[in-house]
């Protein structure tokens, strides 16, 4: 924009930009003119970024979402000020306490009644790190057994600070190596990959449960991201490593184990079978499960060496059961019973089939149908395996029979939400899981289109709405409305913004066929109506008392909401990752050639791209869909059942 | 053809001629992204999200301001004294607490008693930042206008400008965190001084800085250039300066009359006008302020304490009572160990001498950009060599400066400094650990941002460059660097609690030397144009 009045030199030579494909989802360009409309809000901050260096504008990302994390941070956190056993806050300040001043070895035993260590020993190790440094600055923060509740402001900063350290180590670092290869593998431009990356950093969910409520999801986050990561890369072994880290770090990154096993396989087997992948892959696995747990049996062992007497008292459960008796005193004894009582932390088991309030199947059906009454019929354990097996089934299955990158997201999505509905012992923490690559689908190609966005936006918005509850005992209201209002806000969603299901270009005539990214009215209808459910959940719960026989009725018709707000995510997930496998798209041929045979027989569209090339990825979806001018006014063929979701 | 409809054609789905709808009338206006309310709403958020942050006594002061005037007649307000913060603004910032009071009174009753020292329940908490929140929506506004009043051409420079100063860190560690109402004062002086660019709003800016006078006397440091400037456009012609229109004069001067007697007026007629003075000019105060403000006293002092190193070895007398009263970090009396000491005369007749020199120019060339320019320059004077002066009052030098930023690169090459070094001067503010990051992070964020996006929008000069900063201002911006670091970490693990006052004295000397480096680059810039 340079005037006329004034000389203006620029000092860099203007570099011409090129217009990515993906620029019309986020903003409308006037034909014609040089101005550009943002689609949503967040493409405002973003567009003046456009070819300008990537050392300006990823750091100041950085820096602004990393504002709204510490600022995040100055609430109240789980368990602020309630004595006697607090909460995860005090919880991860006590494992850095007992790593601090225990041997290795007793890391699992030591009184597990108050916050024993109950995750893998990747957070034992990383628990061990923040506690020496912590030491150094403070040693009172974590003095063995006198230090059990403390709570001070540097403390809380402290810990806060290891979050947030931790989470920029791990989870950011991985995020933008993974938009990176993600966006360049999906053919998205730099402006459309940092809107995503903002989106994703901005996620309420995440930012209210480490930052607010106090966890380090994160850094497991991170590792899968990580993990997913190197398979764009083309790197699967050190995708294997990573999801490794993941596991080791936090058992929850299970969610995620059939998808990525599947895909593994998958990848091995198909197009052809190479077996130098499979073993390298089995040997890489099972060496970083070794390397996660080594300094664990190290020390195990340099304890035994030394004579230290392990009060191995009670044994882990299941092994009780089966009687079987291991000598600490002897080298495989002690290892055996290390690893065997780590097992026992890390899997409860013995507890029930979900704690608290939880948005999943079984909190649910428990609220209508009492679950002991099942018991008679069938272990819950084994029902939930059951239910668990058949939900992860369809994304196992077309992970392993068309093992394509781009669509593990979708799969790793379906798997996680598979799990967290029906698996045993869930938390309503573990909805950000399925939530995360969900969301990371926001740098895929169609991931800031209306359509993508309106979803993944209403996976959010269910998720942290069903973390309610548990953020309203943190003392996080505020955070909770004013992150998750901006969040919406930004990318153009409900409450604030009606622009994902409306187009103001497009005439409001019945019968109009969808634009590209346009949601089924049914759709829309559903969306609008799950959102005036939860906003007038929220009256209820500020305005009303629950009636006095039960006082707990506004939680669990938050999970039952929550509930079925996840189930459709879940079928929205499973279906997209099939017909993006394109696996069913000889079936559509065949209903469209149909239903044209029936309409008069006029050319059937999309055969012949169809027939030239099998691994047409990028198209795979577009040819169903692309009408050729000729016919495209016959009736679009109808997808049964919940294909209605997806037909455009 | 019969217009009956087949069931056949209801299920075609025949795509529709698009309707054509009347596009939205385009507006001149062409929209700069991000836009002014996007960045207010953002900006808010984290705001919101920093009520339980640190803050200052400040938030006491003014929870006591909004009891003493909700709780008492305006007759007792200049005179209650039950809180050591007494009410020491003028009328007009009284009567916008009453104004707050009123709503406060219904969120928490006992936030608006007298005795109730130190309340600070949630409800309170809540409010008075929220009030602060709200009342920035004046700063919008104003920018809003300021960016609508800029000739076209150059909008888009007075659209990043109006951005910068929306997210000033200034605001947010000022106003949101430390508490002040700031940002609602200078969006009066932004409005006043948008109004100033044409010859039909003068007498409305004239009148709203009188306005603000009346919020905030510490603007009294700006009045002789719009003194100067409403005399010579709007009072006098600007072709003829011996041909005086009357007519202006007498609105002037009657509506600012006007404005002033609402305000002082009643205090007036109680007879209490002397009181209110002393309220307002508390004249017992030390030449510095208790963190030292980045101006010429602080190297003053700087090189006072040097020289008490180096006093026995050069043969100088230092005076023993004084080698402490720096140290000691207090509001008081300031001496000095080796050096003369200085008096509130010759501060006054130092700020005198600019402030006429800078006036000089705005007489003989009376353009809206010249006024701006020494609106700046009065800022400079009175911030550099006033006594007294608060680290807090540089945002008198950097909002004015901002608006003129973009004039061209030699303009922008001394705004550099000043931004850095006026900013960074303001973290001494806020020492709590947890504060730290907010401070830090936003302003490093801030300074990317905006000297990028500045640097990228500012011509170049139209006439030849008289002044070469730049290398010595990278220089001077990367020393910030290790600076910050030394102050809130190495000084702690070094000394620990001891020499609590170096980390002060280096920050508040670097950043002296910023602001009176961008004080002369300044300077050059305005009088050789």
Not at chain 1, 460 to 487: H, Q
Not at chain 1, 510 to 518: F, K, Q, S, T
């Amino acid at each position: 924009m340079s005037q006329a009045s004034t000389p203006h030199k620029p000092r860099k030579k203007k570099r011409q930009l090129v217009r990515s494909n993906t620029l019309t989802d986020i903003a409308r360009v006037e034909p014609g003119s040089d101005s550009i409309n943002p689609e949503f809000n967040l493409v405002s901050f973003l567009l003046p970024a456009r070819g300008k260096s990537q050392w300006i504008s990823i750091p100041l990302i950085l820096i602004f979402t990393g504002l709204f994390r510490w600022a995040t941070g100055i609430w109240g956190y789980s368990g602020q000020g309630i004595p006697p056993m607090h909460g995860d806050f005090e919880a991860q300040r006590h494992w850095m306490e007992v790593t601090q001043h225990t041997p290795v070895s007793m890391w699992y035993f030591y009184d597990l009644p108050y916050w024993g260590l109950d995750y893998p020993p990747l957070t034992a190790y990383h628990s061990w790190v923040c506690g020496k440094i912590g030491t150094l600055i403070n040693p009172e923060w974590f003095a063995l057994f006198t230090s059990r509740g403390y709570e001070s402001p540097d403390l809380k900063v402290y810990m806060r600070a290891t979050v947030i350290i931790s989470e920029y180590l791990v989870y950011v670092a991985a995020l933008i190596i993974f938009i990176r290869h993600y966006s360049r593998s999906q053919g998205i431009g730099t402006t459309a990959a940092n809107t995503a990356l903002v989106a994703i950093l901005m996620q309420p969910a995440t930012m209210l449960i480490d930052h607010g409520h106090f966890q380090y999801n994160t850094v497991m986050l991170g590792f899968v991201i990580a993990s997913l990561s190197s398979i764009y890369a083309n790197r699967p072994l050190w995708s294997c490593i990573y999801f490794v880290l993941a596991l080791g770090f936090k058992q929850m990154a299970l969610y995620y184990a059939p998808a990525i096993f599947a895909y593994l396989l998958g990848s091995s087997l198909t197009p052809r079978l190479r077996i130098s992948r499979l073993l390298a892959i089995a040997i890489i696995t099972i060496l970083a499960f070794a390397a996660v747990l080594a300094p664990l049996m190290a020390g195990t062992l340099y304890d035994l060496y030394r004579g230290f007497d392990l009060p191995y008292r009670p044994p882990p459960a299941f092994l009780a059961q089966r009687r079987i008796t291991l000598d600490p005193k002897t080298t495989t004894g002690a290892l055996t019973l290390q690893l065997s009582q780590m097992i026992h932390r890390i899997f409860p088991f013995a507890r029930g089939l979900f704690e608290d309030k939880v948005a999943n199947f079984w909190c649910t059906l428990h609220t209508f149908y009492k679950l002991h009454r099942l018991e008679s019929y069938i272990q819950l354990p084994r029902l939930s395996a059951y239910f668990t097996f058949m939900t992860i089934l369809p994304s196992m299955s077309v992970l392993f029979g068309c093992p394509r990158p781009s669509l593990i997201p979708y799969a790793f999505a379906s798997c996680a939400f598979g799990f967290f509905l029906f698996s045993f012992q869930v938390h309503e923490k573990s909805i950000l899981l399925p939530l995360l690559p969900m969301t990371l689908l926001l740098s895929s190609k169609k991931g800031l289109s209306k359509e993508y966005r309106a979803w993944i936006g209403f996976a959010n918005a269910v998720a942290v709405y069903t973390m309610f509850p548990l953020l309203r005992r943190d003392g996080l209201r505020t955070p909770y409305t004013v992150l998750s209002l901006l969040w919406s806000w930004l990318l153009g969603l409900p409450p604030l913004s009606m622009s994902c299901y409306y187009d103001p270009d497009l005439p409001n005539v019945p019968g109009r066929p969808l634009a590209p990214d346009e949601l089924r009215t049914l759709t829309k209808i559903f969306h609008w109506w799950f959102y005036a459910v939860m906003g007038f959940w929220h009256l209820l719960a500020a305005f009303a008392e629950p009636p006095a026989t039960k006082p707990d009725l506004w939680v669990v018709v938050n999970a039952c909401v929550g509930c079925v707000g996840f189930v459709v995510c879940y079928v929205w997930c499973t279906w997209k990752l099939i017909l993006e496998s394109g696996l069913l798209n000889d079936y559509f041929e065949d209903t469209a050639k149909y239903i044209d045979s029936l309409m008069g027989g006029e050319e059937v569209w999309g055969v012949g791209e169809q027939q030239d090339g099998v691994e047409k990825e990028e198209n795979a979806e577009d040819t169903i869909v692309v009408q050729s001018p000729g016919s495209g006014e016959k009736a679009t063929p109808k997808g049964k059942g919940k294909g209605g979701k997806k037909r455009r | 053809m019969t217009s009956s409809f087949s069931l056949g054609q209801v299920l075609d789905l025949k795509p529709i001629a698009r309707e054509i709808r009347p596009k939205a009338p385009q507006s001149t206006q062409e929209q700069y992204h991000p836009t002014l309310w996007q960045c207010t709403v953002v900006a808010a958020t984290l705001k919101i999200l920093l009520l339980p942050a640190y803050k200052s006594t400040d938030f006491e002061v003014h929870r006591n301001w909004l009891a003493i005037t909700h709780s008492l007649p305006p007759w007792e307000w200049y005179y209650e004294r039950t809180s050591e913060w007494t009410l020491d603004y003028p009328p007009y910032f009284a009567a916008f607490e009453w104004l707050l009071s009123q709503l406060a009174a219904l969120i928490d009753s006992d936030m608006v008693d007298t005795n109730n020292l130190n309340y600070s329940s949630w409800p309170t908490i809540a409010f008075q930042r929220a009030s602060v929140i709200v009342s920035e929506l004046l700063l919008f506004a104003a920018l809003y206008f300021f960016v609508a009043s800029t000739p076209f051409g150059a909008r888009k420079q007075s659209h990043a400008v109006a951005l910068s100063i929306l997210l000033s860190p200034g605001f947010l560690i000022i106003d949101h965190i430390h508490f002040q109402y700031n940002s609602m004062m200078y969006g009066i002086l932004i409005f006043s001084i948008a109004l100033a660019r044409t010859d039909s709003g003068l007498l409305s800016s004239g009148i709203l800085f009188a306005v603000l006078l009346c919020f905030k006397h510490i603007y009294l440091y700006l009045a002789p250039a719009y003194f100067v400037y409403l005399l010579r456009a709007y009072c006098l012609s600007r072709n003829n300066v011996f041909r005086p229109h009357i007519l202006n004069c007498i609105k002037l001067g009657v509506s600012v009359l006007a404005v002033f007697g609402a305000a002082f007026g009643p205090f007036a007629y109680w007879g209490q006008l002397d009181q209110l003075m002393s309220r307002l000019f508390p004249f017992s105060r030390g030449l510095c302020h208790a963190y030292w403000a980045p101006n010429m006293w602080a190297i003053y002092s700087f090189v006072d304490r040097l020289l008490i190193l180096v006093a026995p070895y050069l043969k100088l007398s230092i005076d023993p009572g004084a080698l402490h009263s720096v140290t000691r970090g207090l509001v008081g009396d300031t001496s000095f160990a080796v050096l003369p000491n200085i008096s509130p005369k010759l501060c006054f007749s130092l700020t005198l001498a600019f402030h006429i020199q800078a006036l000089t120019t705005l007489w003989l060339k009376p353009t809206w950009e010249t006024f701006v320019g020494a609106l700046t320059l009065c800022g400079y004077a009175s911030f550099l060599f006033g006594w007294h002066v608060h680290e807090k009052a540089v945002l008198l030098i950097i909002i004015p400066f901002s608006l003129i930023a973009l004039k061209d690169r030699s303009y922008l090459a001394s705004f550099r400094p000043l931004a850095v070094a006026g900013y960074i001067s303001l973290f001494p503010l806020l020492f709590t650990a947890q504060e730290y990051p907010i401070k830090t992070a936003y302003t490093i964020g801030w300074l990317i941002l905006f000297l990028y996006v500045f640097d990228r929008l500012a011509p170049a000069p139209s006439r030849q460059r008289v002044f070469l900063l730049d290398r010595f201002a990278l220089l001077y911006n990367a020393i910030s660097v290790p600076l910050i670091i030394y102050c809130s970490l190495v000084h702690q693990v070094l000394f620990r609690d001891k020499y609590e006052f170096l980390p002060l004295m280096f920050t508040s000397t670097y950043c002296a030397v910023g602001v009176i480096t961008s004080w002369i680059g300044f300077m050059v810039c305005y009088l050789s144009s």
